[in-house]
């Protein structure tokens, strides 16, 4: 273990929320440790390109303005640690006596790994592309919607020529409007629901949702966009398979006209996004199956207290929301921590927080609104009976319907850990992030429960696989 | 659980492989079992182990001086028993369970460890066990892969490692098949002893059955079973070990022995899926229940400097390790008895209760679960199982009050 630096506040996430807790933290006067495993502040929606490389229209539509002011003024801020390319492997108690976490934290570019202890730590993980196995998924070529996003933003720009985009959610249309203005050729926008039915979605709450106007008019602007370059957007348009040699070559889609094949080079799925709460897991903080796509959100306060002392949440770990409620939240965490810490007058506090929690309370409708809008559940398409589900350890449907019947048999409260230990789905590389989803979702199909009912993967050290001599490279270990 | 199960011929409460194992030589043998497990079988420490197939003498036996050594090498003989038993296991349950049985080393790296092999090597011989020192160069021929700064090795044929994930489950099964009755998600929370002598369970979490009468009681429930035992007033010598385990990345088969350390904690394989597992006892840590004391339903959590110091011994004698990915580290609660030896058969205070519990269990469970069940039904202890009863601690059970 390398030396070990002590906080008051350890912050994990370096995107809209964990710098709004930063902001409050810092402000509070309490010594603040910022850690990002990117190379620089700005989180998700605000992923900068790397230093010295320029793209052109970097995240200038008007929906990011609020978090780019927000980058803005912590980049400023000088009383404070941001450790950048440092990633989080776990969080675990902190000294015996005093209390705390202690993290253990690998710098990427150096390696090692190290230690940081905090009195107090916030979880601002953000979020990640909820992944979806149908036939065809493994093929390269078939990636996320948040990959193509990166590379867009990275020196790669364009990752092939023809990219078609199909899910449930209206980021799709952010994302094509993204390739196109990096130069890209977007071969089709697929929503597997029908436009009625996000009308439906829409409908009921429209006075609620117009308070949060601003989003919808961009939507509905970048939808006009997209027709005038040409790019066609389907409704009611659902995958049924990526097709292709040794790389994609074509999707093939289900209409209420037929069959559709189209040719691409990327095929990029957007179904929602899941809670990025593995160190909140690991840690045993509650969590609980988020409605619509699910995934793990991290159970809280008002105040955004995880359900253990000490422990806070912000932004996306706590349910997805969007960047200006994650904002929010990493503020209301950061002014709760600081009350909590003695650092912030009660008073004042209650105030800043009662003001932050009403701005959420306006935000809401439009936040059930999409989630109901963008709801991939009824949309899901399905795998083959041999299509990986585990693409780390090779894992087929069959494989994993086989563990499931034999757990089922004599037990019908089984989880996700079970059905790991019978067939390895879950034992890879990406530490389950990639199937534990579909893996819940079979369970509960099978045996008659929400998914909700299903427990998932036991969440365990480190968030990240990293190279034994990595951890070694501290001082003598104990015997 | 099904009509009829409240009043089986014998109540097991615990889904591990001892109470899985134990319901199936009992239903083949035409007792009418029901099996109660909390949560689901395997969840214990039956499904969290190394997988480790020691036979040789434990590294934790050689800890406390040699008399105590001593002592402790009468495990040997059940080790011999429990070589044949697995040698069997497939064949008797019909079914593959990932047995890999290519040897075992156990590595010294100084002089002085060497000494401490070569006097556990000639115990080990002189009951029967035919383990062989390897020098040097006779363990970096074997198994090149090795640091070669080891000074040596016992080497035995029969070690080996096998896959807890699915061995109790595959007993679960068949146990099934013979009749037996399996509720999962049931918990004992309660047991008296009837003045007839019979026992009268409570079960939680079974719709609408949660009273059981059976004559006999198997404790087959891990670390709990001091606890379950403590129901009716009687005092078990176990306590619970927190420990801890690695698992690598997969990478290409290099290894295909078990190995482990003479003066380190350590137990070290590459599984069929070419993962390396990594432990040997390193112990984790309980954590806290709100009233300050230990939390023993709960998975231990990491210490930092034992996972370090874990993989550091594993990374010392195979250096390759070193550039392998660590995947997971995850925590599991054993059980040891007071004299490290199991603890198996009737408790004589408690006519009709018996317990199975305390030890390496997996590598011993399979044996013990058939002699067990050969006590259970001859009415009498099984020869070989003389050492294990659990009346050599009859004292702590002078002051119990039973109908
Ligand atoms: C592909 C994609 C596109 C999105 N597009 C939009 C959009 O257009 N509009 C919108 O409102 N929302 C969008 N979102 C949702 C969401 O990401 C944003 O609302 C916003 O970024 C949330 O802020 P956050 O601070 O909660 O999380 P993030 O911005 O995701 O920040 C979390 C940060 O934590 C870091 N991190 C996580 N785990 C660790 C660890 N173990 N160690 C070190 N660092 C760690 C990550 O590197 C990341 O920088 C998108 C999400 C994704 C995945
Ligand atoms: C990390 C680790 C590594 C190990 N490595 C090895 C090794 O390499 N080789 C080896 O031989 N041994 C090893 N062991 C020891 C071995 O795993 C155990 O000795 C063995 O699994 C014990 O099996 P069991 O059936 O007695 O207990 P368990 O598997 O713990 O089963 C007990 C069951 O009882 C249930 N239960 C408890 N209370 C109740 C109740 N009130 N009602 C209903 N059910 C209840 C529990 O839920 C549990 O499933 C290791 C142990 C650990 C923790």
Known sequence: ?479 | MTPGSSHPDILIVGGGLLGCASAWHLARRGLRVALVEQSQVNAGASGQNAGSLHFQIERRFLEQGEEAASDAARIVSLNRLAIAEWQGLEDMLGRGLDIAMHGGLMVAETEAEMALLAFKVARENALGLPTRLLDADELRARAPCLSPHLAGAAWLAEEGHANPRILAGAFAQQAAREGAVIACGARLTGLAMQADGQYRATIEGLDGLGEVTTPRVLLASGHWSARLAGLLGLNLPLYPVPLMMNVTERGEQVLPFLVQHVGQRLSMKQSEDGNFLIGGGWPSRFRRRADGLPDLDRPGEIVEANLLGNLAVAARVMPGLAARSLLRSWTGTTCISADQLPLVGEVGKAPGLFVAAGGSLFTLGPVLARLLAQTIVDGRPADELALFLPDRFAHLNAFAVLP
């Open chain 1, 1 to 479: 273990m390398n030396a070990s630096m002590s906080y008051d506040v350890a912050i994990v996430g370096g995107g809209p929320a964990g710098m709004a807790a930063a902001e409050r933290t810092i402000g509070a006067g309490l010594s603040t440790c910022l850690i990002d495993e990117q190379p620089r502040l700005g989180g998700q929606i605000l992923r900068q390109p790397p230093p010295g490389f320029a793209v052109t229209g970097w995240q200038s539509g008007r929906l990011y303005r609020a978090a780019r002011a927000l980058l803005a003024r912590v980049e400023r801020l000088d009383a404070f640690d941001f450790r950048a390319g440092h990633a989080v492997l776990g969080v675990g108690a902190g000294h015996a006596e005093e209390g705390g976490f202690a993290l253990s934290v690998q710098p990427l570019a150096t390696g090692g790994v190290e230690r940081i202890d905090a009195r107090r730590v916030i979880v601002a993980g953000g979020c990640y592309d909820m992944p979806v196995a149908f036939p065809g998924w493994t093929l390269p070529g078939v990636m996320s919607a948040g990959a193509v996003q990166t590379l867009l933003k990275s020196p790669q720009v364009l990752p092939g020529g023809r990219i078609a985009l199909f899910g449930t959610h209206p980021l799709m249309i952010v994302l094509a409007e993204q390739i196109l203005a990096a130069g890209g050729e977007v071969a089709g926008v697929h929503f597997a629901q029908p436009r009625r039915a996000m009308l439906a979605a829409l409908g009921p709450r429209l006075p609620g949702v117009l308070r949060a106007w601003r989003p919808l008019l961009e939507g509905a602007r970048g939808l006009a966009n997209l027709r005038q370059a040409g790019v066609p957007v389907h409704f009611g348009s659902a995958i049924v398979r990526a097709e292709g040699g040794d790389a994609l070559e074509a999707i093939t889609l289900l209409r209420a006209g037929g069959r559709e094949r189209v040719a691409c080079d990327v095929a990029a799925m957007c179904y929602g996004f899941l809670p990025q709460s593995d160190l909140v897991r690991q840690v045993g903080a509650a969590v609980r199956w988020a409605p619509g796509p699910g995934g793990w959100e991290t159970l809280c306060d008002e105040g955004m207290r995880s359900s253990l002392p000490g422990l806070y949440v912000a932004g996306e770990t706590a349910g997805v929301a969007g960047s200006d409620v994650a904002m929010l939240r990493g503020a209301l965490a950061g002014v709760t921590l600081a009350c909590d810490a003695g650092a912030l007058d009660e008073v004042e506090g209650a105030r800043v927080a009662a003001a932050l929690r009403a701005r959420i309370a306006r935000l809401a409708p439009f936040t059930a609104m999409l989630r109901e809008l963008a709801d991939p559940q009824a949309y899901l398409p399905e795998p083959e009976l041999e299509t990986l589900v585990c693409r780390c350890e090779d894992v087929s449907a069959r494989a994993l319907d086989a563990a499931i019947a034999a757990c089922a048999e004599g037990d019908d409260g089984f989880g996700a850990s079970a059905v790991k230990l019978r067939c390895r789905a879950g034992m890879g590389l990406c530490q389950g992030r990639s199937c534990e989803h579909a893996v819940i979702r079979r369970i509960a199909r099978a045996s008659g429960r929400e998914a909700a009912q299903v427990a998932g993967f036991t969440a365990r050290f480190p968030a990240r696989a990293v190279p034994i001599a990595e951890l070694l490279e501290r001082d003598a270990p104990a015997r």
